[in-house]
């Protein structure tokens, strides 16, 4: 039987240890908003973390308790009650932004307040704390991002309309996770524009030398 919803499938996924890593806390912000967003797009992704949380929550209950102090229990109830549930969670419903992102960027894409960075790409610099950085970029039908390998892991988020590398072709919810040991020349697919949620752990490598020199200037 044919799939109509073929063209739409998530093909890329989260590797197992950047799920272990979520699952137990142990990402830097930056990565968990790009793990928690792809999750919020797949449902194969979120099954298998629901496995990984389910070890955590074995460990846990065999784990020794430690009291708190007497009045812990009535403490939590009634801040519970002072604050009621935000309506959050239904205006990300009606927008085009995953969840997790929301918090970061607003709900709705054609908002965002762009960086130009040269041949029509523009950036959108989230703000995380710890390690790593990450980015919303925008790349124009059929425009290349400039050529760069990496020194450390990096992990490229689809939010709308489509890439190709030299590795594949990736749509809304693929995510591709490259290691220092990958060059790649990302070009837009025609059609719309691409918009990705770009984390890096270092600074990217660029081979030109134009985008050597601008590097500190775009702080990437
Ligand atoms: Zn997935």
Redesign the pocket.
């Known amino acids: 039987m044919r799939n109509e919803n073929k063209m739409t499938m998530?093909k890329?996924?989260?590797t197992e240890e950047l799920m272990i890593a979520y699952a137990s806390g142990n990402l830097a912000e930056s990565f968990s908003v790009a793990v928690a967003t792809?999750?919020s797009l797949?449902d194969?992704?979120r099954a298998a973390l629901e496995s990984y949380n389910a070890i955590g929550g074995a460990l846990l209950e065999d784990t020794e308790g430690a009291a708190l102090s007497s009045d812990a229990l009535a403490k939590t109830m009634a801040l519970i009650e002072q604050h009621p549930p935000e309506e959050k969670l239904q205006a990300a419903k009606a927008s085009n932004v995953p969840a997790p992102l929301a918090d970061y960027i607003g709900t709705d894409l054609d908002a965002i307040k762009w960086q130009p960075i040269g041949m029509g790409v523009k950036q959108s610099v989230l703000e995380t704390t710890g390690a790593g950085s990450a980015r919303l970029l925008y790349i124009p039908p059929g425009t290349a991002v400039p050529n760069h390998s990496h020194s450390g892991l990096e992990l490229t988020l689809v939010l709308q309309g489509a890439f190709a590398d030299e590795t594949d072709y990736f749509s809304r919810?693929d995510?591709e996770v490259a290691t220092s040991d990958v060059s790649h020349t990302p070009v837009a697919a025609d059609g719309t524009s691409c918009i990705c949620l770009a984390v890096t752990e270092a600074p990217l490598k660029f081979t030109g030398l134009l985008q050597k020199l601008m590097q500190p200037l775009l702080k990437i």
């Open positions: 998530i890329h996924h989260l792809h999750i797949c194969q992704c919810g995510i």
